[in-house]
């Protein structure tokens, strides 16, 4: 149906294309380029042997957009896929716009300098990509991503309106290192270490980091401790859906984990300012990135289940509901299918899907879009057969926490 150009060749990546690859008459010719050719060729030949597909591979750095522009004219690309960092979603956008080619990522623009995680920076292409008559999807991993679609699913088939709502991710899968992150160390820090902030009555309510901690009793998982954070898809669900009085974004983390980072960020490992080291300036969060367990290496370890989902509460035919809806998915069967964990495998299957989407002409539409805004029910189909099966269950009341 459509070639691929996918950048950057971690975890989420490795995980997203042999995706695609299973999915070989959707995605007709896939070529993996990232800073590293080697990783992509690591990539290319787990593919080759899981599924007998053959995909390109080719180095680039994703910062050089001449460079992005003569390789995505070499591979006759039609869409790119963004699975490097946030880092440099904008001048990949810019690359597409030159190329004339649509757009997918998984998370949206940061500078480096700062985590900001806000929108504005790519919702400003909205203009340039409606009269490019090319789409760009912002935030097609999990979170954003599968959560967002689920509100929409929400707000078509159960519910007319939403009041509130929860994204409840829960990592119950352990990988018995002493400190790892599921996915890019320094983009998780940040986002751990950022101020906790959600959306209350037309304002966005702040809290310090890592400090408002709820127990749940997951779905399969069972009960874990949760943190109120700040989530990217807060800021794009209450635009989207302005009804909504409260959105949260809360996720599990262990004991252990909590202590770690709160260690680092108090000796100042997590800092995203530059510092002197030996005549030569560093930045604390990308040595320690370098210390850290990679990863996308983490599969063969993990064990246990996730369970990321929306507990919703709105109003149908003037009668108030509240419903929960959820996708289990369990790390080592994650592994025996892709070779990935199942915090890559829940990023790169939606990554797929979105691309799917656009390759298939299911999401058409031109401009630059979030998840939430697009039709979610033949994205949904697709959750069901590509190996992220979802569940929705109405409770009795809205939570209470
Ligand atoms: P990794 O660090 O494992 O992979 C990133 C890849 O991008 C690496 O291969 C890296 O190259 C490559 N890369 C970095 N900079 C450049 C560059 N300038 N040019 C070309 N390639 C580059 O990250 P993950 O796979 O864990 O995460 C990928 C993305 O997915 C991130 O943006 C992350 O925020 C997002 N994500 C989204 C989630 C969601 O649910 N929405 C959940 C988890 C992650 P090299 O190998 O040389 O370092």
């Known amino acids: 149906m459509g070639k691929v150009l996918v950048i950057g060749a971690g975890g989420v990546s490795s995980a997203a294309v042999t995706k695609m690859a299973m999915n070989a008459d959707i995605f007709t010719e896939i070529t993996l380029a990232s800073r590293r050719k080697f990783k992509c060729d690591d990539i290319a030949a787990n593919i080759k042997t899981r599924t007998g597909v053959e995909i390109a591979t080719a180095e680039v750095d994703a910062m050089d957009v001449p460079a992005v522009v ?9 869409l790119l896929v963004n699975l490097a960092l946030p880092y440099q979603d904008l001048v990949l956008m810019d690359a597409c716009l030159e190329a004339g ?30 009269q490019a008559g090319l789409t760009a999807i912002l935030g097609s991993g999990f979170d954003p991503g599968v959560t967002s679609v689920f509100a929409t699913w929400l ?3 159960k519910l007319d309106t939403i009041r509130q709502i929860d994204i409840l991710d829960c990592n119950g899968g352990d990988n018995g290192k002493v400190f790892a992150t599921n996915f890019n160390p320094e983009i998780n820090i940040r986002e751990v270490t950022a101020e906790a902030r959600h959306w209350e009555n037309n304002d966005w309510v702040t809290s310090p980091a890592m400090t408002h901690k709820v127990p749940f009793d997951f779905p399969v998982v069972g009960k874990k401790n949760m943190y109120l954070m700040y989530h990217e898809e807060l800021e794009s669900l ?8 409260r959105a949260r974004f809360w996720m599990t983390f262990g004991d252990a984990y909590i202590n770690h980072v709160r260690v680092l960020e108090g000796i100042g490992m997590t800092s995203i300012k530059p510092v002197m080291h030996d005549g030569v300036e560093i930045i604390p969060l990308q040595f320690l990135k370098s210390v850290l367990p990679d990863p996308s290496e983490l599969g063969e370890l993990t064990k246990g289940k996730t369970c990321i989902g929306d507990i919703a509460t709105g109003m149908k035919d003037g009668v108030e509901k509240t ?29 797929m899907i979105g691309a799917a989407m656009v390759l298939k002409g299911e999401w058409a539409e031109a401009g630059v879009w979030n998840m939430e805004q697009l039709n979610p029910d033949p994205f949904m189909e ?10 929705v269950h109405e409770l009795d009341a809205p939570v209470d926490f």
């Open 323 to 351: 419903f929960y809806i959820y996708n289990i998915c369990d790390h080592e069967e994650c592994y025996a299918e892709v070779g990935s964990q199942a915090v890559s495998y829940t990023t790169g299957v939606p990554a």
């Open 70 to 78: 003569a390789l995505i004219r070499q591979t006759g690309a039609t």
């Open 238 to 245: 209450k635009t989207h859906f302005p009804e909504i009085q």
């Open 101 to 130: 080619i649509n757009y997918l990522d998984t998370a949206n623009y940061e500078p480096e300098d700062v985590a900001k995680f806000e929108y504005h920076w790519q919702w400003a292409y909205q203009d340039k990509f409606k």
């Open 155 to 157: 707000r078509k088939h």
């Open 382 to 391: 697709m959750l069901n057969t590509q190996g992220l099966p979802w569940e």
